[in-house]
């Protein structure tokens, strides 16, 4: 008997960082039929089916759980924002281990015990991606992270508003991630004397990398154009294109 079978494309894990009010979460609402597992309260005046608002991470395990185990016609989970959720997971790390904060473990232990909330999370999603055929995505919003490389100087870039070890289980876990920015130009203004400036000037149209760079982090696997615009559409447009 043959051991070889034909891959079956799998809807994407989609991490979207950036800042505060850049349409990270409109970017979500605009997916295939999404259902919003909430740890903030920041949806404003969009109209899309969520949880009642998370708060532990016990109520988040339940959600993911109730995704899972009952029938439902939702084809996208979302959580907003993996950084609102974090203190969640620090907490139930605390309970676990009854102590008051995740730093009295020891130096970084708390932190290593927290990847096991971690990877239960990421478990259940990848699981509602496999057995429900649903698309996974993640909000965050963003810091710049001082990066010391072997290879090169030490610079700044833009990375997930998490715990080191956290953003790089994220960053391992999904298939694209996109940095969501507003485009901006360079512009060099003549001051006199022979003297130029250059500044930065917003062109107000919001753009997604999901191309690898030292500036921010991002990624993709399916070769996708970056930037592109920041709409779900677009980006699933790009990705329909690329399945085989």
């Known amino acids: 008997m043959s051991m070889i079978s034909k891959n079956r494309p799998k809807p994407p894990r989609i991490v979207v ?14 997916a295939d039929e999404p259902v919003f ?7 404003g005046t969009l109209d899309v089916p969520m949880f009642p608002l998370v708060q532990s991470y016990n109520d988040l395990i339940d959600a993911l759980a109730v995704l899972g185990r009952e029938d439902h016609g939702f084809k996208t989970v979302v959580i907003d924002s993996l950084d609102w959720a974090e203190p969640m997971v620090w907490q139930s790390v605390c309970d676990r281990k009854n102590v008051k904060s995740i730093e009295d473990l020891g130096y970084g232990k708390g932190y290593l015990e927290a990847m096991f909330e971690w990877n239960t999370i990421l478990d259940y999603l990848t699981a509602l991606r ?5 698309t996974v995505i993640l909000l ?31 960053r391992e876990f999904a298939d694209i991630i996109g ?25 107000g149209e919001r753009t ?18 970056s930037p592109m615009p920041l709409d779900y559409q677009t980006l699933m447009q790009h990705f329909s294109n690329k399945e085989v």
Request: charged letters at 25%.
């Open 130 to 134: 496999d057995h429900k055929d649903m």
């Open 179 to 203: 940095f969501a920015t507003i485009d901006t130009k360079m512009r060099t203004d003549d001051t006199g004397f022979g003297n130029k400036r250059a500044r930065a000037v917003d062109t």
């Open 208 to 225: 997604l990398h999901v191309s690898a760079s030292s500036a921010f982090a991002a990624k993709n696997r399916y070769g996708l154009p």
């Open 140 to 170: 965050a919003h963003s810091q710049i992270k001082r990066i010391e490389d072997p290879l090169h100087p030490p610079y700044d870039s833009h990375d997930l508003k998490l715990h080191t070890r956290a953003a790089a289980r994220v």
């Open 17 to 30: 960082h950036g800042p505060p009010g850049i349409g990270k979460t409109t970017f979500a609402a605009r």
């Open 37 to 43: 597992i909430c740890t903030e309260d920041g949806m």
